[in-house]
């Protein structure tokens, strides 16, 4: 059925009825709540929006809300994709009216359809696997890590039973897997045959860097610098390369190179923040930027001596990824899912060697730096995965037998 606003002079809005055994419902419950926050995007948000991207011209957008799932008509559709894509003035107002319009107007699911979820949002609710079962919807959910489960002690209390739930429902109820790596995958088995699960179906389908502008020739410090980029939270490390940096401002005073830190203030980070706002001895030498423009990230990278990635536990790594795509040396912690990732390109580093962190970075804010030279030639070899790769790797799972998927 077709609905017409006469008063607005169109007619836009398609119930869930039309809608097309082709297209996808994609779950952007989870951007839309973040974009109205005014919440700068995650590495699990710039997933999410490039399945958006991709799906753009051949999905439905599902947003959970006030205890239902709403389906937009195909155009209102569009119109908060490239909403979510391109963020502008008066983005609430738009999206309450489409969402409210569909929330008015459609009622009821699709039966049968394939859903698409890329951001673990809403999988940890006791209602998510019961409408997929009731409307026979068909998932794809895209596992972005277990580190709440492998590594409780680095995220929020109480997230560890809640990742719990969510790799419950994927198990349970999805038909088929997207991860982003093979040790992500590697954890996923061993997880689901504790429980005695079995695995669906799954793809690995590496991530791309996001597409950066060429950086500016003119450099923004004169001086040596490295980046450190990445929501700041205990799991990156922070702490490690500030405590090296006032090791060496002791040290070399102002001859010490520079760390510029961006991304923005996660959860549990007091002791990251009372550093960089209350630490004399590091003040000039490290330089916090929690809002980064496309331009700025790529000049910083662009003339960094190398990014530096401590990290005690990833499920990916977009920013070593970025950064080696940019031509900028990455010095990484030691974790077999860089190594899967970007083979022997990084020099690696054991997460809690402050020794070594120090010894590398002295080593490499040379001018001549011996071992910065030889990791830019290894660089000569590294291809940074595509998003057209891992889209076709994703159709290839779900287009290899709809019936069957």
């Given amino acids: 059925m077709t609905f017409c606003f006469v008063r607005l002079g169109f007619c836009d809005f398609e119930g869930t009825d039309n809608l097309a055994m082709t297209e996808r419902l994609l779950d952007v419950t989870r951007l839309v709540e973040r974009a109205l926050r005014r919440k700068l995007p995650t590495g699990v948000d710039r997933v999410a929006l490039a399945y958006v991207a991709s799906y753009r011209d051949r999905a439905r ?8 799932w709403v389906v937009l008509g195909r155009g209102d559709s569009q119109r908060l994709f490239d909403a979510l894509l391109e963020p502008a003035e008066g983005f609430a107002r738009r999206v309450v009216w489409w969402v409210g319009r569909a929330f008015l107007l459609s009622w009821g699911l699709p039966r049968g359809v394939v859903l698409i979820n890329a951001g673990h949002s809403g999988l940890h ?8 079962r009731r409307f026979d919807l068909r998932p794809l959910f895209f596992l972005h890590d277990l580190i709440p489960i492998t590594h409780a002690e680095y995220v929020r209390p109480g997230d560890a039973d809640k990742h719990r739930l969510r790799l419950e429902t994927m198990l349970s109820v999805g038909r088929a897997l997207v991860l982003n790596s093979r040790d992500t995958q590697r954890e996923l088995v061993a997880h689901a045959a504790a429980l005695g699960l079995p695995v669906p179906p799954l793809v690995v389908a590496p991530l791309a860097p996001p597409e950066l502008p060429p950086p500016a020739q003119a450099r923004l410090l004169s001086s040596p610098y490295f980046v450190v980029l990445g929501t700041i939270e205990p799991r990156k490390n922070h702490l490690l390369l500030l405590h090296v940096w006032r090791t060496l401002v002791s040290e070399l005073g102002h001859a010490a190179p520079r760390l510029v830190v961006i991304g923005q203030k996660g959860w549990e980070c007091e002791q990251v923040v009372d550093l960089l706002e209350r630490c004399e001895a590091l003040r000039g030498a490290v330089i916090e930027r929690q809002r980064c423009s496309d331009a700025e990230l790529s000049t910083w990278l662009g003339h960094a001596q190398a990014l ?3 990290s005690f536990a990833e499920g990916f790594g977009i920013p070593l990824v970025e950064a080696l795509a940019m031509g900028a ?3 990484a912690s ?5 190594r899967e990732i970007a083979g022997g390109v990084p020099d690696y580093l054991d997460p809690i060697d402050g020794a070594g962190w120090r010894e590398l970075i002295l080593d490499y804010a040379r001018p001549d730096s011996p071992r910065r030279a030889a990791q830019i030639k290894r660089m000569a070899g590294f291809q940074a995965p595509t998003w057209r790769a891992h889209f076709e790797r994703v159709e290839s799972l779900t287009s290899s037998g709809l019936d069957r998927f």
């Fill in 125 to 132: 609710e006791p209602d998510y696997a019961a409408t997929v």
């Fill in 334 to 338: 030691n974790l077999p899912v860089f």
């Fill in 61 to 68: 957008a599902l947003v959970r809300f006030a205890g239902r």
């Fill in 329 to 331: 040396p990455v010095v």
């Fill in 308 to 310: 530096l990635f401590p």
